[in-house]
């Protein structure tokens, strides 16, 4: 649950001077969000987001985030809009942060996704790797496949205390994914991290793609597999093949995946499994009691991957 | 910190569509506020704030806080209006609780309180007492002075633990407040909880008053020392006599206070801070390890009431 950093009424203003964007209407902080401090920001000639980017985001990072989100604005993806102050910066220092303002994007996020959203939803996914394809800067994705050994240390000892024996499996799970995990795909400018919380939609149509900061340069059907992970399960863990086949759908509609990119699925979604599952057993092991940040349960990614690690093939995910 | 419970998107529409207000544009989760969730909502004909209402709100109240809130804003007050739906009611099941719309108010509240938030505040509750002394209905405080003695048994066993000897502290203070607790001063409908976060500055003037849910009817004088705690303390513990200045004059620019209230002050104000000690000292010790609540140091509120205990008379509040 966001909003950490408290800011103060004069360093509000004093930030908001160094934009042209008016005087302070409204501010309120948002309760999504569990990275960064997010406010609701309403000045007299709009709305905007005000973001003070917290403990896991890298401010050297930051530079590359905001521009990729310009230009995916710019290409005609529903992202937020940095702001640029007067002297052109998008980041300013605030409250002991580094913070950026963006255009604020009307819709609400899906609490419970249905088949209606899954195309298109891959349609903006491949939408939007079209659109970052002419993006030149990289970078490299902290959360890769490069990262998920040291990730496992980091956790290996507490693994069991959450489910016996989820220290080895998830051991055996990692060698087995690396060892098949494909090389020669396409890559470029990824999400990473496009859950439901992370999509507007509006009428019926995505109105807003948010939440850029795990995004990187990486395998376009990687992208696809955390979305498969993320919105084609049903809260009882089983795998709704009809949304999958409805994202797969939409993303075809604008990008065809390769042959060999359709073969990957299934390592690629365990491998997304598995990173989720990860992270989030880092989180549950390593959050403090009575922190304000709810610890997602790591089981439900590792049920995830044991349906990825068991599926025939793309036939699974009902391509 | 708010937002205990999700709305779905089906769920959102199906209420939305009791209220005449246009269809859903976006719905975002409020940071603010521990009692209740709160959204931000958007319409095609404007903004609102939808609250369901959580643990500590009695569904049976709700009407009479609700029609208290209608009433002040009828008044000019600078109150959340109750929206009603089209056929009339302004509480109706949401998401398995009870709920309700309200406009949405303009302003920040100030995350540092200036002398110069003193006035106005003093001021607006001046008006808020004027504007409800003709609004019918009662409402007993539930934590008023008789429910202090209840609130302080179930805290009493573990008060130690927080701070050695706070148990008999408290008891001796509870029995000096109550014993020297004044009758017959003037009452009517009073906000109780008048702090800084319930209340919004918009170019230096207050601009909204929320978060009626403590409400009751009780002594004006007593809001008057709820405020003095919440307002007039620096985060070091000192009291700041110039905003008390500043507020107690504020207030009597709309309405006197007799003599008896004023030498009322230093046990109404001993006795706020005693309210609050109190809650949050229960809060303390029954909030279970990570649950999603910022806890609150009861003991700001045990070193405010030590002042007051020690407080010769009004003239220590700039009478």
Known sequence: ???????????????????????????????????????????????????????????????????????????????????????????????????????????????????????????ALARLHLAGADFGASRANALGPESWHDLLQKSRSGADTVSPGLGDELTAALKTILHAWPSGLPRGQIHADLFPDNVFFLDGEISGLIDFYFAATDLYAYDVAVCLNAWCFERDGSFNVTKSRALLRGYAG??????????????????????????RLYDWLHTPAGALVTRKDPMDYVRRLRFHAAAAGPAAYGL
Do not use: K
Not at 257 to 275: F, T
């Open 254 to 279: 604008h990008r065809a995946l390769s042959a060999p990119e359709a073969h990957a699925l299934p390592v690629l979604a365990a491998g997304a499994a598995l990173r989720f599952a990860l992270t």
């Open 1 to 123: 649950m966001a909003v950490y950093t408290e800011v103060s009424d004069e360093a509000c203003a004093a930030f908001l001077a160094r934009y042209d964007i008016g005087t302070l209407v409204a501010f309120r902080g948002i309760a999504e969000g569990v990275e960064n401090s997010n406010y609701a920001l309403r000045t007299t000639t709009g709305d905007f987001i005000l973001t003070l980017y917290e403990r896991r985001v890298d401010p050297a990072d930051l530079p590359w985030f905001l521009g990729l989100m310009e230009h995916l604005a710019a290409a005609g993806l529903p992202c937020p809009l940095p702001v640029r102050a007067r002297d052109g910066a998008n980041l300013n220092p605030l409250a002991g942060r580094v913070a950026a303002i963006t255009t604020f994007l009307p819709g609400v996020w899906p609490r419970r996704v249905q088949v209606a959203h899954c195309g298109p939803l891959g349609a």
